[in-house]
Nanobody, 123 residues
């Protein structure tokens, strides 16, 4: 059974940093593109970042480019999201997800999802 488990969320002041982790189990981690998404109250789930199967290629939403970094460790079956210079508008539940497709930012193209971790940025 495929499982994705996020951790690392919390409360941080604007300008601060957090590192999210997503541990995967139940299938061959390196066979999947991994993505991070977020959903704020009353808003649709939105793409944040994705990383290729071997970690050699990354892609970011414009809203986080230059502040967030996605990475992965295939030996540890884990994907990370380093978030720096956090802003109040980054407040959301953050989810990791996987896909067999390349080049997609659409949530419906991602097959498995974690339960989410809350990130709250205070002003």
């Amino acid at each position: 059974q495929v499982q994705l488990v996020e951790s690392g969320g919390g409360l941080v002041q604007a300008g601060g940093s957090l590192r999210l982790s997503c541990a995967a189990s139940g299938r061959t981690f390196s066979s999947y593109v991994m993505g991070w998404f977020r959903q704020a109250p009353g808003k649709e789930r939105e793409f944040v970042a994705r990383i290729s199967k071997n970690g050699g290629s990354t892609y970011y939403a414009d809203s986080v480019k230059g502040r967030f970094t996605i990475s992965r460790d295939n030996a540890k079956n884990t994907v990370y999201l380093q978030m720096n210079s956090l802003k109040p508008e980054d407040t959301a539940v953050y989810y990791c997800a996987d896909t067999v497709l390349t080049g997609t930012t659409t949530p419906r193209n991602y097959g498995h999802w974690g339960q989410g971790t809350q990130v709250t940025v205070s002003s």
